[in-house]
């Protein structure tokens, strides 16, 4: 029997197309539930934004405070409640408003295992729900799930505004119901989960449930050191802005050669959610520390139904007062927006105007070439820095603004000038306190894969395999487009101990891009090592430092509970010679977990793990912008 080539090409493309056609059928026929889906880390997710808050006029948005806001309100208190140690065991429906369940009660935020359900977990590098060989994205069927649910109203003066729904923080895959329809989902459990609700509220009562699964398939990029908890750990609320509105802005304040005078830039984003073209006027204001403008501009700007616009502002300001960590000086930005001549929102934010940059000094190293240093605003540091985990004895992983000011307060006693965010990004009011305080930020994405170990091939870190792409990128923009415009957000962080590979050379491309167009800030990435994708050589466990002669640790326990290990134990380096130190207090075992005893009883073996920085221009034969040490310390409090 004779086959063309014609004939035998054809049946072969009608082959691949019916396995193509049946492959589609099937896999549409079990369509995976969200939380077991690599490629689904949102839906029905608003894009990732600076955060801040709508107020109807100047002298409300100069406080700075969200609850002065008319357009704000806070949905953290009592909450009802229910828990499953298995995700089918939840009862038929519970999402629905006349579902029959027998609630119980939990404070929000705080994390559930703190609150008397489920079981605290420790680890260092395992997963916690598959300690050894995880098969990704394989997840356990026993996956507890916490059910929160309490009514909300709307109040009558954001008729006609639309409303979102933003959770800052849950974990780890979150679904959010109103009266019984699907919102949206949501997985980066250390950023911002923000749902335009106008559609599915009613008039009056409204039923919010937020469902959230303690495993994902997110959870496999969560594999940090620290304790594995679940729930809603940071602020709920809602809110609400114009149907034309500002839907971000991003600002550029640098200073020109001379290091004293200001280059400033600002992007407006407007959308329009109405079916009509609409001109707008946006304006802003800078003031400085006693309420004068120094510069302001406006322009008109046309938005087309349902479409969006960006206008630009530019300004250069002579004898600028700069943002240091000695010097945090502030300038406070007014950004209005004007329909038929009335102000309809105005959004306050901090501006520092500073200058990061890396190069060459006069000093010679050993190899014959200059010292590369890190500088800012023309003089180059000398950073003396700690490491910072989320966590309080009474919620969890939830850190309430006075904790966060306890902390910084101790921090600039001694001296600590740098804060390594490890591993993910913190709660929005951190980075406003930073700004105040004076504390440079190294922000780390939300992206953790140790249990992977570092393996490039098939099976191992999940940095190498293209199929995880969509979820690190999500997890990078996400950081970087809320804390974009922080005064103190001085480097970014790809994440930590996650392997490397395609995943993150992609994801170093992004925020370089960005960067660039921008405040030209440091991208590192720690597992990059000596490769390209990394704008410094950060060697930040032991293996690549040198051990140091003295050390000096200051500790403070908030309450006589030891619980909150990793966070409240602040240890600082007294340094011998140039290189600097950053510890990060790791605790390796404890007589008994969770338990509440008195800290007398405990006996503690603390591991610190310090890291290096280096300029990642020739760092070899140079002094490192961080240095490290490896040491563990045993002891007993008395």
């Not at 950081?479 to 050379?505: D, H, I, Q, V």
Request: glycine share 6%; proline share 6%.
């Amino acid at each position: 029997m004779n086959i063309t080539k014609t004939t035998l090409l054809r049946y072969l493309i009608g082959t691949v197309v019916c396995a193509f056609s049946a492959q589609t059928i099937s896999a549409e026929g079990t369509k995976l539930p969200y939380w077991k889906d690599i490629q689904t880390v949102a839906v029905n997710k608003e894009a990732p934004r600076t955060a801040f808050m709508s107020y109807d006029n100047s002298g409300q948005a100069l406080t700075g405070k969200y609850e002065n806001s008319p357009y704000y309100k806070l949905l953290n208190g009592k909450w009802n409640f229910y828990y499953v140690d298995a995700y089918k065991d939840l009862p038929a429906n519970i999402e629905q408003p006349g579902a029959d369940i027998t609630w119980k009660e939990i404070n929000v935020p705080g994390n559930w295992e703190v609150q008397g359900y489920g079981t605290a977990i420790y680890t260092n590098q395992p997963y916690d729900f598959q300690p050894s060989n995880p098969q990704p994205p394989h997840l356990p069927e026993a996956n507890p799930v916490g059910v929160y649910q309490r009514d909300i109203e709307i109040p009558s003066n954001w008729d006609g505004r639309d409303i979102y729904l933003r959770l800052e923080g849950a974990k780890s895959g979150v679904y959010v119901y109103l009266n019984g329809k699907e919102v949206g989902y949501s997985e980066d459990s250390k950023n911002p989960a923000e749902f335009l609700i106008n559609k599915y509220l009613q008039p009056g009562k409204n039923s919010l449930v937020v469902k959230c699964f303690r495993y994902s398939t997110g959870s496999y990029l969560e594999c940090q050191d620290f304790w594995r908890l679940s729930g809603i750990e940071r602020d709920v609320f809602l809110f609400s802005q114009p149907k034309t509105a500002v839907q971000d802005f991003e600002v550029v304040s640098t200073l020109d050669d001379t290091y004293k005078n200001g280059i400033f830039k600002l992007d407006v984003n407007v959308t329009n959610h109405t079916a009509a073209n609409k001109n707008v006027t946006v304006t802003y204001e800078l003031l400085d520390a006693d309420k004068k403008v120094v510069t302001s501009a406006e322009t008109p700007c046309s938005v087309s139904a349902d479409g969006k616009n960006t206008v630009t502002f530019n300004a250069s300001l002579n004898n600028v007062k700069t943002w240091t960590s000695e010097q945090p000086n502030l300038y406070k930005l007014l950004i209005s927006l004007k329909e038929d001549g009335k102000i309809t929102e105005v959004i306050p934010f901090n501006v520092g105007f500073r200058r990061f940059e890396i190069k060459p000094i006069d000093q010679i190293a050993g190899n014959g070439k200059p010292y590369i240093c890190f500088f800012v605003n023309g003089q180059p540091l000398k950073m003396k820095g700690v490491n910072i985990h989320e966590h309080n004895e009474a919620t969890g992983h939830y850190v309430p603004e006075e904790l966060m000011r306890k902390d910084f307060e101790l921090m600039k006693q001694h001296n600590i000038n740098t804060v390594r965010l490890c591993h993910y990004p913190q709660d929005r009011k951190f980075y406003e306190l930073c700004d105040e305080y004076g504390l440079y930020v190294y922000d780390e994405a939300n992206i953790e894969s140790h249990g992977m170990k570092y393996d490039l091939r098939k099976g191992g870190t999940l940095g190498n395999n293209p199929e995880w792409l969509k979820p690190h990128m999500d997890r990078t923009i996400n950081m970087y487009e809320r804390n974009k415009n922080y005064p103190s957000l001085t480097f970014w962080s790809l994440g930590n101990e996650a392997g490397n590979g395609y995943n993150f050379y992609q994801t170093y491309l992004w925020v370089k891009d960005r960067e660039t167009k921008g405040m030209n800030r440091p991208v590192n990435y720690e597992r990059a090592q000596w490769e390209w994708n990394t704008d410094m050589f950060v060697p930040q466990y032991p293996g690549a430092c040198q051990p140091f002669a003295s050390i000096s640790i200051i500790f403070r326990l908030h309450t006589r509970n030891l619980f909150p290990f990793c966070q409240h134990v602040l240890l600082l380096y007294m340094p011998a010679s140039r290189y600097i130190c950053v510890f990060s207090p790791k605790i390796i075992r404890q007589r008994e977990l969770f338990r509440k005893s008195t800290i007398r009883k405990h006996n503690l073996l603390i591991h610190l793990i310090t890291f290096s920085i280096f300029p990642r221009k020739n760092p070899r034969n140079r002094s490192p912008l961080f240095s490290c040490s490896h040491t563990r310390i045993q002891f007993q409090i008395q």
